[in-house]
C-alpha cells in the first residue's frame, strides 16, 4: 500500500476503482446498471436525478480482459501526463484538466451519442495529450513500436475492428475533448492571440496539498507553488515509453525511462 499512496493521486484514484467497480460488476456482485450513464435517469424531474451515474461511467470497463487492459491504458497515459506534462506544474492541474475532458466527454458521447460508459474515452484523451506533448516519443503498442503521435489513432483503430463503429464513435469524443483543452488552453492564447481562462481554483490546489510559496513533496514528484513552469507550455520529449507496468515505477521515475 505505501507504493499505491506515492502513485500520481488522480490516475491511481481513477485507476483502482475502475477495476475494483468492473470487477464487481462483471463478477455479478453488483449490478453494473446502477454505475452506466443513462441520460433520462440523471437529467430528470420525475425522480431524484441520479447524479452519480455522472462519475461512475468512468470507471466501467469493457467486458473479459478489458477489466485490466483499459485501465491499463489509462494509467499508463494519465500518470505520465500528470507526472511529466508542464502543462499540469501546479498542484491540482491535472485535476481541472480531468473533470473539463470528462465534462466534454459526458456531453458528447453521453447526451449527444448516447453511450453509457466513457473510460475508454477518457484513456484517450490521456494518450491524446501524452502525444501532443511527446510527439517522438518512441511507444510500444502491443508489438508495434511508433512514435506516439500516432497513439490515439492506433487506439482508436484496435477500437474499431474489435468493438465496431459505435464504440469507435464514442471513444472519439475523448479526443475531442482533449483537442479542445489543448486549443483552448495553448492553441488559442500561442497563436490567436486570445486569453487562457482554464486555471486551477486555490481551493483545488489546497485538497492536493498546495501552500504558496513552498515546494511540495506529492509521492510522485515536486511542485513549487507561485513558481512552477508555466502552464500550457510544449516542450516535446524525445525519449523513449516502453510502456513500464503498474507495479514497479519508484516516485519521480519518468515512465519508461531508460
Do not use: C
Amino acid at each position: 500500500m505505501d507504493v499505491f499512496w506515492t502513485l500520481p493521486p488522480v490516475s491511481r484514484t481513477i485507476t483502482a476503482l475502475s477495476i475494483v467497480v468492473s470487477a464487481l460488476g462483471y463478477g455479478g456482485i453488483t449490478n453494473r446498471y446502477q454505475y452506466i450513464f443513462a441520460s433520462h435517469m440523471v437529467f430528470t424531474t420525475k425522480i431524484v436525478p441520479q447524479i452519480w451515474r455522472v462519475f461512475t461511467a468512468f470507471l466501467i470497463t469493457k467486458p473479459k480482459f478489458a477489466i485490466l487492459l483499459d485501465p491499463y491504458f489509462l494509467y499508463q497515459y494519465g500518470s505520465a501526463i500528470e507526472r511529466e506534462s508542464s502543462r499540469f506544474a501546479q498542484p491540482g492541474d491535472f485535476f481541472m484538466y480531468t473533470m473539463f475532458v470528462g465534462s466534454v466527454i459526458v456531453a458528447l458521447a453521453g447526451v449527444i451519442l448516447d453511450g453509457y460508459t466513457f473510460l475508454p474515452a477518457l484513456s484517450l484523451a490521456y494518450a491524446y495529450t501524452f502525444a501532443q506533448d511527446n510527439p517522438t516519443r518512441q511507444v510500444n503498442f502491443f508489438i508495434v513500436n511508433f512514435d506516439s503521435k500516432y497513439l490515439p489513432f492506433a487506439m482508436l483503430f484496435m477500437t474499431f475492428i474489435i468493438d465496431g463503429q459505435g464504440a469507435a464513435l464514442t471513444q472519439l469524443t475523448g479526443l475531442v475533448a482533449a483537442h479542445l483543452y489543448d486549443f483552448l488552453t495553448r492553441i488559442w492564447p500561442t497563436f490567436g492571440g486570445g486569453k487562457n481562462y482554464m486555471f486551477t481554483p486555490q481551493i483545488v490546489k489546497r485538497w492536493f496539498g498546495a501552500t504558496p510559496g513552498t515546494a511540495q513533496n506529492r509521492g510522485y514528484g515536486y511542485a513549487v507553488q507561485g513558481h512552477g513552469r508555466e502552464a500550457g507550455s510544449n516542450q516535446p520529449s524525445t525519449g523513449r515509453s516502453t510502456g513500464a507496468q503498474l507495479g514497479n515505477m519508484g516516485p519521480g521515475r519518468r515512465l519508461g525511462g531508460e
